[in-house]
DNA sequence: TGTACATCAGTGAACGCGCGTTCACTGATGTAC
DNA sequence: TGTACATCAGTGAACGCGCGTTCACTGATGTAC
């Protein structure tokens, strides 16, 4: 049964895809590779055609997540005035509709405790991701200088990631509301 | 091999601080009851004459973990200005000692994302947990509001448990202190 | 362009391993008289 | 207070299960002539 190069090249994104939404859905090692695979359409003994290990997978779909999640907070400030852009950064993140799915969003906020643990490529991966994150929340800041900007914006996503990782523990749909509500009004004024 | 009433008593309750301190170190799942068991200088058949589950103990853990870093917290400011309250709390909180050293630590920060996954007696607890963070952070403001004071604490309290995850996950470790320091400069500033 | 063979993507069974949990057993503690 | 018995904390072997990983096999794809 062996695939062309293309189909090939297909089912493996497939994967990492699959794999991106599944980690940040229900953590890292809470996600089989059979359950993944079959998610996928595939059962588990292909795996190994594609990756070298969990591990190898795991770090590629952090990157994968992580591309995808910032190419479109980048996409979202593109050529608009620096106030528009942080109100959309800010409000685009910082929503109920972000928190409720973690599976598409941000993978820090998804995996945050989880990556201190993970391997170093993965870590890696995520560090490059956070540095992106920040440059892209600092970039949207004027009338600082470069290194003040930047002391701000990671002051800023701590508070971003922060929020709404506790307001996804959060039991009380109220108080998980707020969290996120406060803490865009608190960045929207101080940002 | 009975032990007396206070004995069994002392070996539940050091079952638990173990897993207070092995669950913020690895993680909820990478803690397995047998290492942790042995860590507490017991076998693992004994577990179960303490505990109903695994995820029985998961609960108590991250009340007493929780119990203990509040209190630690609020110990901190008895009796101190409101101003030096606040920097107390923050210089407490955001520091490389911290970030070393998750089994001791801010449970949030430590078990963050895996929080989400627990069950629901341990959601509770965190869930509590984190609105006596905020408390104690809300009650150090004066000059606001009580909802005011709410919502600027919570804003904090996310950017404090955000930075603290954050720079346990970067392998830089220039960019890891960066982030504490740039994120308790900035709440020292709009606390 | 057509044929013959090598490659290899995907299947599904099997591997060893560690997990949470159970259990028969031991012997010191607690209790009833 | 002393004795006889029931209780139960802790041990260590065993349970079934799902994990990551390996492997023999199949048959379509890719390659060499």
Do not use: W
């Amino acid at each position: 049964m062996r695939k062309s190069k293309q189909a090939t090249a297909e089912t493996r994104e497939s994967i990492v895809h699959t794999a991106a939404a599944e980690f940040r859905r229900n953590g890292i090692s809470e996600t089989g590779l059979s359950d993944l695979m079959a998610t996928a359409g595939l059962t588990h003994g292909g795996f190994y055609r594609h990756f070298e290990s969990k591990d190898h997978l795991v770090a590629e779909a952090c990157e994968a997540a992580l591309l995808s999640v910032l190419n479109a907070m980048q996409d979202s400030v593109e050529g608009a005035s620096p106030e528009l852009a942080r109100k959309r950064l800010l409000t685009r993140y910082l929503t109920s509709k972000h928190r409720d799915n973690p599976a598409t969003g941000c993978p820090l906020a998804a995996l945050g405790s989880d990556l201190r643990r993970a391997d170093s490529r993965t870590r890696e991966a995520a560090s490059a991701g956070y540095r992106r994150l920040v440059e892209i929340v600092a970039a949207q800041l004027d009338g600082f200088l470069p290194d003040e900007a930047n002391a701000r914006a990671t002051a800023i996503v701590s508070a971003m990631v922060g929020s709404m990782i506790l307001s996804r523990i959060v039991t009380d749909s109220k108080v998980s509301d707020s969290i996120l509500r406060e803490t865009r009004d608190f960045l929207l004024q101080h940002y």
